[in-house]
């Protein structure tokens, strides 16, 4: 005769335990939201800290700062963005550029980010004695402010357009010494090249920055297309005419002026 003995200490943890119910569901989810809101209030009184030692010039106090910050949320874009422009003032400028290129991989067109990294690009051309890295450095720069300036957010636009002049004129200057350095008796051949070359990447980034504004537009008139449409199904034929109309605009622009 087979005997079937029963666990009665199983049995008894499985009568103990019970499925969570929609109370303790709910319960948790309002302690993750508490523990959100909470990070969140942590994070902006942290930033508010760093901004003021920003303030007073406590440059290595305030990256202590947005460090913790981003110990909080890695992904903080004003802790990352302003521990950038304490580490570009503290000349700190590989530093600066990590940032940056962190903030630019989440948000690839904040203002911010661009202009300081290519801050800390120009800087870097000054703080390297090869010419060819201080071309490197100050290609990057230009790439970044052509980018900034043809961005529809963009708003400090006369800084930007300085830096970019200071930046184009001293890529010129280096390039010359460049020619003069490596050219010698060739020196009105290799002038007319170097002037060809730049005038190609100055027409290729002008090119890039004007195939980005089309972009733009295209898109821009095609949501004001769609807008349009819903609005001929409401039969508002008045706000379709004016979505219409604004679609052309964007995407003609100065030619739908003249």
Request: aromatic share 4%; net charge negative; glycine share 2%.
């Amino acid at each position: 005769r087979i005997v079937i003995e029963d666990d009665d200490e199983s049995d008894a943890d499985n009568e103990n335990s019970t499925p969570p119910t929609k109370v303790s569901l709910q319960q948790s989810k309002v302690e993750d939201v508490k523990q959100a809101v909470n990070v969140d209030k942590e994070l902006e009184s942290l930033k508010i800290s760093g901004n003021e030692l920003m303030q007073k010039k406590k440059l290595a106090e305030a990256i202590e700062v947005y460090t913790k910050c981003l110990q909080l949320d890695s992904k903080y874009l004003p802790a990352l963005n302003n521990r950038a422009q304490a580490y570009l003032a503290r000349k700190e400028y590989p530093a600066a550029i990590i940032d940056c290129c962190s903030v630019l991989a989440i948000e690839p067109t904040n203002c911010k980010a661009l202009y300081r990294r290519a801050s800390a690009y120009r800087n870097s051309a000054e703080s390297v004695k090869d010419i060819n890295d201080k071309l490197g450095f100050l290609v990057q720069a230009k790439s970044d402010l052509f980018d900034l300036l043809a961005s529809s957010s963009a708003t400090n636009l006369e800084a930007a357009n300085a830096l970019l002049s200071q930046v184009s004129k001293e890529y010129d200057i280096l390039r010359s010494q460049l020619d003069a350095a490596n050219n010698g008796s060739k020196e009105n051949d290799d002038k007319a090249a170097f002037k060809e070359k730049a005038r190609a990447e100055m027409e290729a980034a002008e090119s890039a920055r004007i195939e980005k504004l089309q972009q733009r537009a295209l898109s821009e008139g095609a949501t004001e297309k769609d807008l349009g449409n819903l609005a001929v199904q409401k039969k508002d034929m008045k706000a379709a005419l004016q979505h219409y109309t604004r679609a052309i605009q964007v995407v003609l622009g100065d030619e739908y002026n003249a």
